[in-house]
Every structure is written in structure tokens, then in C-alpha cells.
């Protein structure tokens, strides 16, 4: 039984709350979004929320933790949708929030604290016209250390790939747990120890992240009639390498007329829609490619009044986990997976898997860069009937060569998206000896006989 009393007597100092509806806020997450996770992790909760101000203060903290055996899961905003900063073992919820500095802004990258909100990184990068090169759609609301160690990619991931592509994440700083807990810089292909590992694996306090040229991004939706016309006029675009995008997606009729409210005056109920975020200047390139495939402007943010662009949430909000968001506003008992039709015979997979799987599924796909390539990672919006159903439908996504990177679980190993190798275990075992950190969440240090092998492609993946 752990003895709290003497753990707190010991941060005496700092800043720690155990008072039961800051327990409760801060032990959850999006993961209700699943109704399989909804009903395992609804009950989990921390003993105890400490918030560090400083790298100096998570030595401390991670100290104490180590020697009164303490589990600590990390949070950063909490906006993750697997039960990634669940503490399933209770301990103490390490929050961020507080851990919010920018450090260094250079052409080309940007030093941030890893509780800083992306969108107050790219706010202060606004004077050197520079932004983040990819965020997740909940940029106004999420920290980039959350982003790093939970999320894949989102907004500008049709131009620079993901998390998992080098480079966007140029270096990390992390803090181990150990009885004198030692700081550890990472740099190169050293940061995927750390990327979308759930902080099982140290807590980061310090990031290097890339940045590009800033645009006021103009919102675009172009509808269509047909749906397999919308998916390849949004195909031919994300190749079209002059024309500047941010954010490239397709989503299936009914759902933007019923789920994108506040648009219901441009969109058509039956139109299927592409959702983008383009350049000023490749506007008019954008529009050229739109009507040569028969596409029409549905709307474009540079054309409505102020008052109106103030009343609409922007693209970006219309966009990945939003769209799911969207969907679940309309419908509660709907709920969603997340695919990759890996690039090459991608279009063939997409028209395939429509026909077998009917309305049962909401197509939404999002265009990303993969390998260098073009290829579709889909969150469709499914109609959900059991779990047998639904890993019935997981199976025939596969069995079509496609992963599905299952959102209905909350390990490293089951959500599929991370490979966990013996690399992954022996930085771990440097990092977490007694595997305080997270614990719950990587089947493969839990159970050391478990197969590694996986018949599907890792999004992060050292090989
Ligand atoms: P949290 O949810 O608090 O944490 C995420 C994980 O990171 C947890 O495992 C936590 O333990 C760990 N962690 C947090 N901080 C640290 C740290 N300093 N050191 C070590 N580990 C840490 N995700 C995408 O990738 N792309 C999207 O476009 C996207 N869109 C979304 C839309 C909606 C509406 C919602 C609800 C979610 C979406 N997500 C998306 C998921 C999530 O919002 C993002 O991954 C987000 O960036 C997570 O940041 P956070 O601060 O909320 O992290």
C-alpha cells in the first residue's frame, strides 16, 4: 500500500492537488469516443496531480515517485483518444500545463517546453513568418509534448508527412526514472524512442521541432457529386507538388451537410466533400484542377464576411478527429477506426472496401504523405453495432492489406501504430527500470513473451 502522506510531505513545496474532481478531470481523456474503452477505463483514476514548473521540479518528483514505487503517467492537454494519459495503475498524473516556455526561435525550427499550446507556438513564431510544420487538429487546445508522445499527424502532414517522418521532430530532451533521475538529449532517428510512446519511456521536457514558412491559409470545401470522383480529384491534387496545401481531406455525403452544422447554408446535403487548407497564391491553381474534375467551390473563406468567417469554425476544426467529433454530435452511438490504404493501388483499395462495406461505414480520409508518397490514412465514422462486429470489420481491412490502427484499445502493441522491438524494450529498460512510467500501456514490457511480430505495416517503425 503506498503511503501518500509521505510522498506529498516530500513534494512539500510544490504544486499537487488530491482533491477528487481534479483527480477525476485530470485522469481522462477522449477516450469515450470508443464505447469499448468508455466502459474500461471510465473508473480509472489518479491518486494524486502534481504540476511541475521546471525540469529541476520533475528530477524531484520523478525521485520521489521511483523510491515510494509510485506509478506516473504524464498529461499534457488530455485531448488524446486512446486512454493514452489514463493512469490505469492510479499514482500520480504528471501535468505539463504549467511547463509552457519557448526557449530559441531559429530559421527553420523552434526549442519548446512540451506544455505549450501549438497554436501559442506558432503565435510566437508569427514575427519570424513561420509556423509549425504539422499539428493535430486540436492545435488550439493540445501541447506539443502530447502531440510528440501520443499523437501521428494531422494539419500539414499532406506536405511533411507525420511524426514518424524524420526530421519533424529534430530533438527531444527527457528526463528518466530512476532513483537520481538523469537527463538524456536525443537527436536523429534517437527521438522515435520517444515519439507516440505514450511517455512510457521518460517524460520529455524539452523539444526541437521544425518549423516552415506561415500563410494565412485560405479554407476551402469543393463538393462533388460522386464520391469515388471526389477521392481522385483530392488524389491528383495531393500530387500536384506546386500547388501549397496544409490540409487535404475528403468526407462522404450526408455527413458535412449534417455534420459540419454551421456550414449547412453552403453545402448541399448530398455532397461529398474535399476539406482544404491552401496558399493565397495557389488558389487559382487550386480552382483550375477543381473544375477540370467537375468539382464545385462550395465555399471559401476569403469570400464571406467577417461576421460570418467569426460565426465558422475554420477547416481545420472540420478536419481528422473532428470530423469523428462532428459525427458523434449527430449520433452518439456511432464511432470510427483509423486505416491506412498504404500508396500505390490505394484508389483500388478505397472503391473496394466501399462496396463491401455499404453504409455500415462514413468514408472520411485524410491525404498524407507517406515514404515520400502520396497515400490515405481513413478515420471513417462507423455504425456501431457489437464488438464482434467491429473487429470482424477491422479483419476485412486488413485481409484487403490495409492496417487499421485500432482506436479501441489503449496499448502501444494493440492500437498497432507503434512497433515495440526489443530496441524499444532495452530503451525503456534504461529509461523505467521498474516501469513506473505509464504502466499498463506496453503489453511488451509486461509480458516479456510476447510475439513481436505483426503480419501489417508500423507507422513508427526504426526499420
Ligand atoms: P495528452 O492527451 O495529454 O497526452 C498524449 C500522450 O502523451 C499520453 O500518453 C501522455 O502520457 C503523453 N505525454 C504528454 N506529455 C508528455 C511529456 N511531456 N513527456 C512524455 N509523455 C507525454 N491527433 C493527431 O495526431 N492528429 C490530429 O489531427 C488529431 N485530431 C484530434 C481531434 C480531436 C477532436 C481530438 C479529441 C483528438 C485529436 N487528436 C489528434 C488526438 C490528440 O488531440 C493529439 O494527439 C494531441 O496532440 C495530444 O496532445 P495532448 O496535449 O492533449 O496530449
Known amino acids: 500500500m503506498t503511503d501518500f502522506t509521505a510522498l506529498k510531505a516530500e513534494l512539500e513545496g510544490l504544486d499537487f492537488d488530491d482533491t477528487p474532481v481534479v483527480l477525476k478531470q485530470k485522469s ?131 506536405r511533411w508527412g507525420g511524426l514518424r517522418d524524420l526530421g519533424n521532430v529534430i530533438g527531444a530532451r527527457i528526463v528518466t526514472m530512476e532513483a537520481e533521475p538523469q537527463i538524456i538529449e536525443l537527436h536523429g532517428a534517437q527521438v522515435l524512442d520517444i515519439v507516440h510512446a505514450y511517455g512510457t519511456t521518460g517524460v520529455i521536457t524539452r523539444l526541437e521541432m521544425a518549423v516552415t514558412a506561415a500563410y494565412d491559409w485560405v479554407d476551402v470545401l469543393i463538393g462533388f457529386d460522386s464520391l469515388m470522383t471526389t477521392v ?61 474534375a467537375g468539382g464545385a467551390v462550395l465555399f471559401r473563406s476569403d469570400t464571406v464576411g ?13 478536419v481528422w478527429n473532428h470530423t469523428t467529433l462532428r459525427a458523434l454530435r449527430t449520433d452518439p452511438s456511432l464511432t470510427y477506426l483509423q486505416v491506412l490504404y498504404p500508396p500505390g493501388d490505394h484508389l483500388k483499395k478505397i472503391e473496394t472496401l466501399l462496396g463491401v462495406f455499404g453504409d455500415e461505414l462514413l468514408t472520411h480520409l485524410e491525404f498524407v504523405r507517406f515514404d515520400g508518397r502520396v497515400a490515405v490514412y481513413g478515420i471513417p465514422v462507423v455504425r456501431y453495432t457489437t464488438e464482434e462486429r467491429l473487429d470482424e470489420i477491422i479483419a476485412i481491412f486488413e485481409e484487403h492489406g490495409c492496417p487499421v490502427f485500432n482506436p479501441h484499445r489503449c496499448t ?52
Not at 523552434?110 to 513561420?130: F, K, N
Not at 467577417?306 to 472540420?318: G, M, T
Not at 501504430?417 to 523505467?432: G, N, P, Y
Open 28 to 158: 481522462r481523456d477522449f477516450f469515450w469516443y470508443s464505447p469499448i474503452l468508455k466502459r474500461h477505463l471510465d473508473q480509472a483514476s489518479a491518486d494524486l496531480v502534481v504540476k511541475p514548473r521546471s525540469e529541476q521540479e520533475i528530477i524531484r518528483i520523478l525521485a520521489a515517485c521511483y523510491r515510494h514505487e509510485v506509478p506516473v503517467t504524464v498529461r499534457g492537454a488530455g485531448t488524446g483518444n486512446y486512454g493514452q494519459a489514463v493512469p490505469l495503475a492510479g499514482g500520480v498524473v504528471l501535468d505539463m500545463s504549467a511547463m509552457t516556455g519557448i526557449t530559441a526561435i531559429r530559421p527553420g525550427s523552434v526549442h519548446v517546453e512540451p506544455g505549450a499550446l501549438m497554436a501559442d507556438i506558432d503565435e510566437a513564431l508569427r514575427p519570424s513568418g513561420q509556423e509549425l510544420r504539422i499539428v493535430s487538429s486540436t492545435v488550439k487546445t493540445a501541447t506539443v509534448g502530447g502531440f510528440v508522445a501520443g499523437g501521428i499527424g494531422g494539419l500539414g502532414t499532406v
Open 232 to 292: 481522385r480529384f483530392a488524389d491528383h491534387l495531393a500530387t500536384m507538388d506546386g500547388i501549397l496545401l496544409k490540409e487535404l481531406g475528403v468526407v462522404a455525403a450526408p455527413l458535412p451537410y449534417e455534420g459540419f452544422l454551421r456550414y449547412q447554408h453552403w453545402i448541399p446535403r448530398d455532397m461529398n466533400v474535399a476539406t482544404i487548407m491552401v496558399a493565397p497564391h495557389a488558389l487559382a491553381a487550386l480552382e483550375s484542377v477543381a473544375s477540370n
Open 306 to 318: 467577417e461576421n460570418d468567417r467569426a460565426e465558422l469554425p475554420p477547416v481545420a476544426e472540420l
Open 412 to 463: 502501444l502493441e494493440e492500437g498497432g501504430m507503434k512497433e515495440i522491438d526489443r530496441d524499444q524494450l532495452a530503451f525503456k529498460q534504461r529509461t523505467d527500470p521498474k516501469g513506473l512510467l505509464n504502466p499498463g500501456k506496453m503489453i511488451g514490457w509486461d509480458e516479456p513473451d510476447y510475439d513481436f511480430s505483426r503480419p501489417s505495416m508500423y507507422l513508427f517503425s526504426k526499420s
